[in-house]
């Protein structure tokens, strides 16, 4: 089963913020979320992580619902280039990310 | 720096035959770890490596074995290559620094089995 779900597909203007959803509500205590992006058929890039307060980098903000079921990734002004898979995944102690399906993200002009 | 590379880029291979990927990373990193992504879906971990000397299985492991070979290098092998093993496999490693599970991704080995 997965462990994390996402919509499969998400469109967002260009200059426009892009919010993308996931659920997981089996999450551990000890679990970390974390959101990589993968552009074209390139390696995976990490974009951020959080384990229950918000965060904010230079490229995106993690918002993760109290309950820690949920969360949110925020890229605040999408361009062309944020055109990519986006993965939501959880790590704990074993180190190891486990990857769903993703959600597409394209950005239009 | 060159992070993480991979050799080879594509490979071809007939059912069968035999390869060993390559993979090396220059960031002293402790961990590294090997996925395969078939066409559509996520990735998913073959085997992994917490350090030098330690390699330990991961969601999909049958049909491969690792060796890391020092601390910059893992490799992944192909004894009797089957169709089912065509796929896109990416080589990674994480250090053990602020970020916990940060991990790098090389460019990734195409490999198609006939």
């Known amino acids: 089963d997965a462990k994390t779900t996402q919509p499969p597909s998400m469109d967002c203007a260009e200059g426009r913020a892009a919010n993308l959803p996931c659920n997981h509500s089996t999450i551990s205590g000890n679990e970390y979320v974390y959101w990589y992006r993968q552009i074209h058929s390139q390696g995976p890039q990490y974009i951020i992580h959080?384990?229950?307060n918000n965060e904010t980098n230079e490229m995106a903000s993690l918002i993760i619902t109290e309950d820690r079921k949920s969360s949110t990734l925020i890229l605040p002004h999408a361009t062309l280039r944020d055109t990519a898979v986006y993965y939501c995944t959880l790590s704990g102690s074993a180190r190891q990310l486990t990857f769903g399906s993703g959600t597409q993200l394209t950005v239009l002009p | 720096n060159a992070g993480v590379t991979q050799t080879p880029k594509f490979q071809v291979l007939k059912t069968g035959q035999s390869m060993t990927l390559q993979c090396a990373q220059d960031?002293?990193?402790?961990?590294m770890y090997w996925y395969r992504q078939d066409p559509g879906m996520g990735l998913r971990l073959i085997y992994y490596s917490a350090s030098e000397g330690t390699t330990d299985k991961g969601e999909v492991p049958n049909g491969y074995n690792v060796s890391r070979l020092n601390k910059r290098e893992f490799s992944l092998r192909l004894e009797s290559a089957a169709p089912s093993q065509t796929s896109v496999y990416f080589c990674?490693?994480?250090?053990?620094?602020?970020?916990?599970?940060?991990?790098?991704f090389g460019p990734g080995t195409r490999l198609t089995v006939l």
């Open positions: 990674a490693s994480s250090g053990q620094g602020e970020v916990i599970n940060e991990q790098f």
């Open positions: 960031m002293n990193h402790n961990s």
């Open positions: 959080g384990l229950k």
